[in-house]
């Protein structure tokens, strides 16, 4: 996920003080959403948002952090979609879930896994360090040999790669060297292979590698990473053959979800919260996204299956998220029209413990002007809520673009106001963060992202704390009230 963030956000004293999640979940069955068909008669309290921060912790939520770990180091260390790890994975959630109380359903879907069994770039006779990006199609055994040609990087173009525009002329048969930036990896790659690129080399904007996806993008070609600097090496020798090599492999799999609903409050508006399951195949995930699944565990047990609230509340766990966001596309596709509208609001919360935190809001309401612009028309009041949620904490948080990388994409896409809390993934700290925040400037906010080494360790305890306790007060609010939120 990317991790661009902008100006300081200002506070706003609400009702309720406090930040909302919301999130649901689908399979590709089509899944009815879980609960009761009506709500129990419980009205709802508008102390719970302060009463529920109160009540959890980051502390209590590291035992299930401590679990997950567990369950990676048994399976041979992560707990990717379609491997014994997930499957641990989930059976623990919803052993959790239901000695709460919950009903829990867990629907499953259609995903594919990816796995390297090689990856290399030469620029003449001299190699070059490159990364495949996940569910690029190989090359040929022999590999993809022609002209680098550069697509204008920022900021003489400050979407890079993005638009059809930027291919224009392209030469066919050529290798396209495009920057990092603003869209998914897979876009850049379906517009190049649409121009006649045979193969794409996405430059980092820093020296580390990408570890990143294509997702279910169709129409790609073979496509790598390098680091800023090794692009400039490329960059300034444009026109000279390179070779692209690489040996991949695509599967086919059945994975799930994990839903939970509140047997109290309105089914036909539902505040679901949400975070990703599933680890990358390189590392256990503990940060990326353990530290999310962890925090609503944490948040689900204390609220109990029968709070006072006035909407459901439906928690739910994607799966195959670093496959391209796959369990919860399949979900939101699965549902009914009805379904999707009883949708209220959809909060995400995905990497909320990064050893180098920012504190980013995702921005709702496109008030920094930078990137993919405003979410459904609500989202700016989720964006305050949990902006006040973290003030509540004494953090004040930066926004971040809705750019795409997590699974807050397809409920915008459905049109259902959106938000959540991130703590940065791969990309680096500024010296404005680093002075507002602590930490160290010029170095990841999670320098372990999609590494062997998110463990337990890797997860900053106070950070982990704080969006702990923001996320439950605004869980809380919207869940006892919609205040702000337009109907649909």
């Not at 690489?246 to 047997?263: D, F, G, K, M």
Request: glycine content about 12%; overall charge negative; aromatic content about 6%.
């Amino acid at each position: 996920m990317r991790t661009t963030a902008r100006h300081v956000r200002t506070t706003a004293t609400t009702a309720f003080l406090a930040a909302g999640l919301v999130l649901l979940a689908a399979c590709s069955d089509a899944a009815p959403p879980p609960g009761p068909a009506a709500p129990a008669a419980v009205a709802a309290d508008p102390g719970l948002p302060s009463r529920l921060a109160g009540q959890v912790s980051g502390r209590s939520a590291t035992t299930h952090l401590q679990s997950l770990e567990r369950i990676a180091d048994a399976n041979g260390g992560n707990r990717a979609s379609g491997t014994p790890g997930y499957d641990a994975s989930v059976d623990y959630v919803v052993g959790v879930l239901r000695q709460a109380g919950y009903d829990v359903q867990t629907p499953t879907f259609e995903a594919r896994t990816f796995s390297t069994q090689s990856e290399r770039l030469t620029l003449g006779n001299e190699p070059v360090r490159a990364t495949a990006l996940g569910f690029s199609p190989a090359t040929p055994p022999a590999g993809i040999t022609a002209p680098i040609v550069v697509i204008p990087p920022a900021p003489q173009d400050p979407t890079p790669g993005c638009d059809a525009s930027d291919y224009a002329q392209f030469p066919r048969g050529a290798v396209a060297l495009v920057q990092r930036g603003v869209c998914p990896f897979g876009q850049k790659s379906q517009l190049a292979g649409a121009a006649g690129a045979a193969a794409v080399i996405v430059a980092n904007t820093d020296d580390t590698p990408i570890q990143a996806t294509l997702g279910e993008t169709p129409g790609v070609v073979p496509s790598a990473s390098v680091t800023r600097t090794d692009g400039g090496r490329l960059a300034a020798r444009a026109g000279t053959p390179v070779t692209l090599t690489l040996a991949t492999t695509i599967r086919q799999i059945t994975s799930r979800n994990v839903v939970a609903q509140t047997r109290t409050g309105d089914p036909a508006k539902v505040v679901t919260a949400g975070a990703h399951l599933d680890s990358v195949p390189e590392g256990p995930g503990i940060n990326d996204d353990g530290s999310g699944t962890a925090a609503l565990l944490e948040i689900a047990t204390r609220m109990g299956a029968s709070p006072p609230v006035g909407q459901a509340v439906r928690f739910a766990w994607w799966g195959a998220e670093e496959a391209g966001l796959v369990g919860s596309t399949k979900y939101v596709e699965g549902l009914s029209e009805a379904d999707r509208r009883a949708i209220a609001v959809y909060l995400n919360f995905d990497m909320v413990g990064s050893p180098n935190p920012g504190y980013l809001a995702y921005d709702g309401d496109n008030s920094d002007n930078v990137g993919e612009g405003p979410g459904p028309p609500g989202s700016g009041v989720l964006e305050q809520v949990l902006v006040d949620g973290l003030a509540a904490v004494g953090v004040r948080a930066q926004g971040t673009d809705f750019d795409g990388r997590s699974d807050y994409g397809p409920f915008i896409e459905a049109g259902i106001p959106s938000g959540g809390l991130f703590t940065g993934a791969e990309e680096n700290k500024t010296a404005e963060q680093a002075q507002l925040w602590g930490g160290e400037a010029g170095r990841a906010y999670d320098p372990c992202y999609h590494q062997r080494c998110d463990r337990v360790s890797n997860v900053d305890q106070v950070a982990f704390d704080r969006n702990v306790k923001a996320m439950a007060t605004g869980i809380g609010r919207f869940g006892v009230s919609l205040d702000g939120i337009p109907p649909r």
